[in-house]
């Protein structure tokens, strides 16, 4: 404990001069500093001009009264705690409580009784010091308050432009964050790969504040520069994953779903880990069917155990996927109970207008909690015709100056390599050190996507596309897809690449070889190029984005071409 | 007390019961009650009885305990979780980490 008898300096406001003597000499004596003045007016002007640390003051003085000069000091005061102590020979309670009222602290009565004088003294100054205490911690809790707030809003802007510097704002998109979701590990991404797709993910880390947001620029930055290189998603969710169980401690991950939207294709590929559950909205019938979380979280499992088995669903023109964080359905009442995915779902179900969703999502949970929960976000993703939508050209850096136009070079891709590894990006990127062809790299990716994948399902694992015709084969397909892959021990898929000068401009040559059985080329080729059709749309896409497509060899090998003329 | 440990006679079974919310609130508790025994219990049971609300911190903190009992290696129960609470569970595959029931 401080000490308590430490001397302090003591105004004593008297007007008579006997009495102020008698106090003067009492308070001296029990070790306090002592200041005097004969009346009101006088006391304010010495404290202002001292600051003692405690006031003895007599209530009735001439020019300015005690009441009065008891006010000012205390205004003068401010925070500071300078106990005034009236010295008064009034007894009616009245005129008692008045001395409170004006600011004064106690009041002792004459004739004084040095005890208690000490002990009302000490009494003050214990409240004093424990308010000059209190006063220190507040300004001191305000000056952090403001520097973390200040820090704050540098990390916001700063991942405010990480997550919106993707294609957040592209037509086929709406999403609705409250301004803090970021904050409290919030996290939407959006990008188009080279080929036109479109990759979306929405990402909540655990926990709040800066702790939870920190983890979003590495995700941001896997997310962005992999799907620029036309990674797909297993990779981009195992390097994602792994990179945040290298960095996070163990108890921080990340719940994500991460979907890639084909317009060309019209399919939507997802990978749900510990998200509630998104919707994929028919706009035609109005079902809509849950994609639940099948895994767990980004960045609790090592990257040998990480599941990266996505799901693939078509979808038509105009249909919607919607996903939302567990701000929206944990929103809760005044009773703890959750908003949930039963009210959730009935405001689907009462939903008429597709494009009022978030409007009446968020009407029901102003009804249900009367406030909004400040850590929420909603996105949906509509599929449209690839002509709505203008990805971004890539941008280059280099001067193409050293442009290799004239080589060749063949790959093979062997099983173990086939089943977890997707060479396409590398050759994408190899391809594109060629000037002439980066105009066109969407139609490039496309095509070598194509050619790759149907050399690599119906070739070297046989599936049979015409599976893909509803819905459900869809969805056996792919589930087929992936138990085959698993058990794959054999067969390969070999890429040929072929760059040679032509005029001013030049030729690309692709050939993709496979192991499989082939199938019968002019039966494929001679049905019509149909869009609307779920299956064989491989085919008709790389034969309206390539030249000279053709296939030989009972159709285990593909070959098609691309030309560019003499660059600008 | 809001977690409550209890250690078997021979020491090789750990049970930490939470009451209440189950939310960073618990975060030193939780950490204690199996940080400051001696010895290393085999298995350990997690009681979620009388939890009536988990959090992802919470399932960090889950996380935590599981890194402690050795990860993969770990034998570690979440027994008696509300409907509530195994949605939770559910929704973040935790399943596939502990034996949840």
Same mark, same amino acid.
């Given at each position: 404990?401080?000490?308590?008898?430490?001397?302090?300096?003591?105004?004593?406001?008297?007007?008579?001069?006997?009495?102020?003597?008698?106090?003067?000499?009492?308070?001296?004596?029990?070790?306090?500093?002592?200041?005097?003045?004969?009346?009101?007016?006088?006391?304010?002007?010495?404290?202002?001009?001292?600051?003692?640390?405690?006031?003895?003051?007599?209530?009735?003085?001439?020019?300015?009264?005690?009441?009065?000069?008891?006010?000012?000091?205390?205004?003068?005061?401010?925070?500071?705690?300078?106990?005034?102590?009236?010295?008064?020979?009034?007894?009616?309670?009245?005129?008692?409580?008045?001395?409170?009222?004006?600011?004064?602290?106690?009041?002792?009565?004459?004739?004084?009784?040095?005890?208690?004088?000490?002990?009302?003294?000490?009494?003050?100054?214990?409240?004093?010091?424990?308010?000059?205490?209190?006063?220190?911690?507040?300004?001191?809790?305000?000056?952090?308050?403001?520097?973390?707030?200040?820090?704050?809003?540098?990390?916001?802007?700063?991942?405010?432009?990480?997550?919106?510097?993707?294609?957040?704002?592209?037509?086929?998109?709406?999403?609705?964050?409250?301004?803090?979701?970021?904050?409290?590990?919030?996290?939407?991404?959006?990008?188009?790969?080279?080929?036109?797709?479109?990759?979306?993910?929405?990402?909540?880390?655990?926990?709040?504040?800066?702790?939870?947001?920190?983890?979003?620029?590495?995700?941001?930055?896997?997310?962005?520069?992999?799907?620029?290189?036309?990674?797909?998603?297993?990779?981009?969710?195992?390097?994602?994953?792994?990179?945040?169980?290298?960095?996070?401690?163990?108890?921080?991950?990340?719940?994500?779903?991460?979907?890639?939207?084909?317009?060309?294709?019209?399919?939507?590929?997802?990978?749900?880990?510990?998200?509630?559950?998104?919707?994929?909205?028919?706009?035609?019938?109005?079902?809509?069917?849950?994609?639940?979380?099948?895994?767990?979280?980004?960045?609790?499992?090592?990257?040998?155990?990480?599941?990266?088995?996505?799901?693939?669903?078509?979808?038509?023109?105009?249909?919607?996927?919607?996903?939302?964080?567990?701000?929206?359905?944990?929103?809760?009442?005044?009773?703890?109970?959750?908003?949930?995915?039963?009210?959730?779902?009935?405001?689907?179900?009462?939903?008429?207008?597709?494009?009022?969703?978030?409007?009446?999502?968020?009407?029901?949970?102003?009804?249900?909690?009367?406030?909004?929960?400040?850590?929420?976000?909603?996105?949906?993703?509509?599929?449209?015709?690839?002509?709505?939508?203008?990805?971004?050209?890539?941008?280059?850096?280099?001067?193409?100056?050293?442009?290799?136009?004239?080589?060749?070079?063949?790959?093979?891709?062997?099983?173990?390599?086939?089943?977890?590894?997707?060479?396409?990006?590398?050759?994408?990127?190899?391809?594109?050190?060629?000037?002439?062809?980066?105009?066109?790299?969407?139609?490039?990716?496309?095509?070598?996507?194509?050619?790759?994948?149907?050399?690599?399902?119906?070739?070297?694992?046989?599936?049979?596309?015409?599976?893909?015709?509803?819905?459900?084969?869809?969805?056996?397909?792919?589930?087929?897809?992936?138990?085959?892959?698993?058990?794959?021990?054999?067969?390969?898929?070999?890429?040929?690449?072929?760059?040679?000068?032509?005029?001013?401009?030049?030729?690309?040559?692709?050939?993709?070889?496979?192991?499989?059985?082939?199938?019968?080329?002019?039966?494929?080729?001679?049905?019509?190029?149909?869009?609307?059709?779920?299956?064989?749309?491989?085919?008709?896409?790389?034969?309206?984005?390539?030249?000279?497509?053709?296939?030989?060899?009972?159709?285990?090998?593909?070959?098609?071409?691309?030309?560019?003329?003499?660059?600008? | 007390? *809001?977690?409550?440990?209890?250690?078997?006679? &021979?020491? =090789? !079974?750990? /049970?930490?019961?939470?009451?209440?919310?189950?939310?960073?609130?618990?975060?030193?508790?939780?950490?204690?009650?199996?940080?400051?025994?001696? *010895?290393?219990?085999?298995?350990?049971?997690? &009681?979620? =009885? !009388?939890? /009536?609300?988990?959090?992802?911190?919470?399932?960090?903190?889950?996380?935590?305990?599981?890194?402690?009992?050795?990860?993969?290696?770990?034998?570690?129960?979440?027994?008696?979780?509300?409907? &509530?609470? =195994? !949605?939770?569970?559910?929704?973040?595959?935790?399943?596939?980490?502990?034996?949840?029931?």
């Amino acid at each position: 404990m401080q000490s308590s008898s430490e001397p302090l300096t003591v105004l004593i406001a008297e007007d008579s001069a006997a009495d102020r003597l008698l106090l003067s000499t009492i308070v001296r004596r029990q070790g306090h500093h002592v200041l005097t003045a004969a009346d009101g007016a006088e006391a304010v002007d010495v404290y202002l001009e001292q600051r003692p640390h405690l006031v003895l003051m007599d209530a009735m003085m001439p020019v300015m009264d005690g009441f009065e000069a008891a006010q000012r000091i205390k205004q003068l005061a401010g925070d500071q705690l300078v106990p005034i102590i009236f010295l008064t020979s009034l007894t009616e309670s009245e005129a008692l409580a008045r001395c409170l009222e004006a600011g004064g602290d106690d009041f002792l009565a004459k004739p004084y009784n040095q005890v208690i004088l000490a002990a009302k003294i000490k009494a003050m100054d214990r409240l004093r010091r424990l308010q000059a205490t209190v006063v220190e911690q507040r300004d001191q809790i305000a000056r952090h308050h403001d520097y973390l707030l200040n820090e704050q809003r540098v990390a916001k802007a700063v991942f405010d432009k990480i997550a919106h510097s993707g294609c957040l704002s592209a037509p086929n998109i709406r999403y609705l964050q409250s301004p803090y979701a970021l904050f409290n590990g919030d996290l939407l991404l959006a990008a188009f790969n080279p080929a036109g797709d479109m990759h979306v993910l929405l990402g909540d880390f655990t926990g709040h504040g800066l702790p939870a947001a920190v983890g979003a620029m590495p995700l941001a930055e896997v997310f962005y520069g992999m799907t620029a290189k036309g990674y797909g998603l297993a990779q981009i969710l195992r390097e994602m994953n792994a990179k945040l169980k290298r960095i996070l401690p163990v108890d921080m991950f990340c719940c994500a779903t991460l979907l890639c939207l084909s317009f060309q294709r019209c399919t939507v590929e997802i990978w749900n880990g510990g998200m509630p559950d998104g919707y994929l909205h028919d706009s035609l019938s109005g079902v809509r069917t849950p994609l639940p979380a099948r895994h767990l979280p980004l960045g609790v499992l090592t990257p040998q155990l990480f599941d990266d088995r996505t799901e693939v669903h078509p979808m038509s023109l105009g249909d919607r996927v919607f996903l939302l964080s567990d701000g929206v359905i944990e929103t809760s009442d005044r009773d703890d109970q959750p908003f949930g995915v039963e009210r959730l779902q009935q405001v689907f179900s009462a939903n008429r207008e597709p494009d009022r969703l978030f409007e009446d999502i968020q009407q029901a949970l102003r009804d249900f909690r009367g406030e909004a929960r400040d850590d929420f976000s909603m996105v949906e993703v509509r599929l449209v015709a690839p002509t709505q939508l203008n990805p971004p050209p890539p941008v280059y850096s280099d001067s193409g100056q050293s442009s290799p136009l004239d080589w060749s070079v063949s790959f093979e891709f062997r099983a173990q390599t086939l089943k977890r590894f997707n060479p396409m990006p590398y050759l994408l990127q190899l391809l594109l050190e060629v000037h002439g062809l980066r105009a066109q790299s969407g139609a490039l990716y496309s095509v070598m996507s194509e050619l790759y994948s149907n050399a690599l399902d119906h070739g070297v694992l046989g599936l049979d596309s015409s599976l893909k015709r509803d819905a459900a084969g869809f969805a056996r397909y792919y589930s087929d897809r992936n138990t085959r892959l698993d058990e794959l021990s054999d067969g390969y898929v070999r890429v040929h690449l072929h760059v040679s000068p032509n005029g001013e401009g030049g030729r690309l040559t692709i050939e993709v070889e496979d192991s499989g059985e082939g199938f019968d080329v002019a039966r494929v080729l001679a049905r019509p190029v149909d869009s609307d059709r779920l299956s064989g749309r491989g085919v008709s896409l790389v034969r309206q984005l390539s030249h000279q497509a053709s296939w030989s060899d009972d159709g285990r090998r593909a070959r098609v071409e691309f030309f560019w003329e003499a660059l600008a | 007390m *809001s977690v409550v440990t209890e250690v078997s006679q &021979d020491g =090789k !079974k750990l /049970t930490i019961s939470i009451e209440g919310r189950f939310d960073f609130g618990r975060h030193q508790e939780f950490r204690e009650s199996y940080e400051r025994l001696n *010895s290393k219990p085999e298995s350990i049971v997690v &009681d979620l =009885k !009388k939890a /009536t609300y988990l959090d992802s911190s919470a399932l960090g903190m889950l996380l935590l305990l599981r890194d402690h009992a050795g990860g993969d290696d770990s034998d570690i129960r979440v027994v008696n979780s509300s409907s &509530d609470v =195994k !949605k939770i569970l559910a929704i973040s595959n935790f399943d596939k980490l502990f034996d949840i029931s």
